[in-house]
């Protein structure tokens, strides 16, 4: 048999061994809790943002267990709901395997003593965090905790601008770099179901994330995992980075008013400019920036020039209404409640908000412009 078809033989295994189950993945998970007053756990896929999809699940006696289905080996999260309300919590993964996970959690402040026991995937995730906490414990804490201290310290002397803060950052980057090159190294050198976990993770939340490393990863692993969501996710990803940039097309959606009604974003960009406005009521930098951009609508809103808001809440809409009542934002708004369009992650705006200034064209013009920024734009190319 030559070489090229034992080849063509090798990927075409691979492929079939790795590719999304076809039957679901039924798995019960049983926890234990210890020292925690907590009345829910809530479970999420770790790929979703929790405040928009999670089931809740009722702690009873200390105890909580729940079973359900995916359609593929995906990483998911369970958080206590308490921590989650205060803002801050540990992150809890595991891949649901087919059988029962057994947790034993303790608060954020004791996480270190949390158990997951169950899956050949899950001893891959663990492998990889236990590496990860050592090297962080020997190679990287007993340095910039000091530092850490040194910052803080000059924070309360009103000295946190200075140069002497300055060179304390640079330093503690250096040690930051160390923990990512340990990260990089172990997902190159271990190319699981866990490190591709590791990869994704990473590049959806880094915006700045090389093109040339994630364009290397998604290779390898597209190739080992042809049919799995992270290959998909890694690629739509790639396309909105790719094209988000001045002089990219902006992707058309469609998101509904407050009212319900449905309006398909083509069909109402009929100005010569557009300012996209990614905003939610939760988010108080993207409430600033829209509240800025309300006196250049209202210079240039006759002459070609409009603004389209994108909200996006949780739950409901009742503080949406509120920061309407409040704000009273002039131009038309839609909402994505729940994430259930996929936009603000469509647009790379995962995490807070931002603007998008497209021409009549659907070019992009501008990314993020302040209002003097566009204000200056629109004088230049509107009033003549």
């Not at 949390?114 to 804490?141: P, S």
């Not at 949406?320 to 259930?340: F, S, T």
């Not at 992009?364 to 302040?370: E, K, N, Q, Y």
Request: with cysteine.
């Amino acid at each position: 048999m030559n070489q090229n078809l034992k080849a063509l033989l090798l990927l075409m295994l691979v492929s079939v061994l790795t590719t999304v189950h076809a039957k679901p993945i039924t798995c019960t998970i049983k926890g234990t809790i210890i020292n925690s007053d907590s009345k829910n756990i809530l479970l999420h896929k770790a790929t979703d943002d929790v405040r928009a999809k999670h089931v809740v699940i009722p702690i009873v006696n200390n105890t909580f267990e729940y079973t359900f289905a995916v359609s593929a080996p995906e990483v998911y999260r369970v958080v206590f709901e308490d921590e989650f309300e205060k803002g801050t919590w540990r992150r809890i993964d595991f891949f649901p395997e087919k059988g029962q996970i057994l947790f034993t959690l303790y608060p954020m402040m004791e996480g270190g003593k949390n158990k997951i026991e169950g899956g050949e995937l899950n001893k891959q995730l663990q492998d990889f965090w236990q590496g990860y906490d050592t090297h962080l414990e020997k190679e990287v804490t007993p340095y910039t905790e000091p530092l850490s201290k040194q910052l803080r310290a000059l924070y309360h002397k009103g000295e946190y601008e200075s140069p002497a803060a300055d060179s304390i950052r640079m330093e503690m980057k250096k040690f930051t770099k160390k923990q990512s090159d340990w990260d990089n190294n172990y997902i190159d050198s271990n190319p699981n179901l866990a490190s591709y976990y590791q990869f994704v993770s990473d590049f959806l939340t880094i915006p700045d994330y090389s093109k040339e490393l994630a364009t290397q990863r998604a290779s390898v692993f597209s190739k080992l995992y042809p049919q799995h969501p992270y290959t998909e996710l890694v690629r739509n990803k790639m396309e909105s980075r790719e094209r988000l940039q001045v002089g990219g097309k902006y992707f058309d959606f469609s998101a509904p008013t407050l009212e319900g009604k449905v309006v398909k974003l083509s069909k109402v960009m009929k100005d010569d400019y557009v300012l996209l406005d990614f905003w939610g009521s939760w988010c108080g930098s993207c409430i600033k920036i829209s509240k800025s951009m309300i006196p250049v609508y209202e210079e240039f809103k006759d002459k070609g020039f409009t603004v389209i808001g994108i909200a996006r809440e949780f739950k409901n809409t009742d503080k949406y209404k509120k920061a309407m009542e409040r704000d009273k934002y002039p131009w038309l708004n839609l909402i994505e409640l729940n994430d259930q369009n996929g936009i603000w992650q469509r647009y790379d705006y995962a995490g807070g908000g931002g603007t998008v200034l497209v021409n009549k064209k659907g070019v992009i013009v501008a990314l993020d412009p302040t209002a003097e920024e566009l204000r200056a734009l629109l004088q230049k190319e509107l009033v003549k």
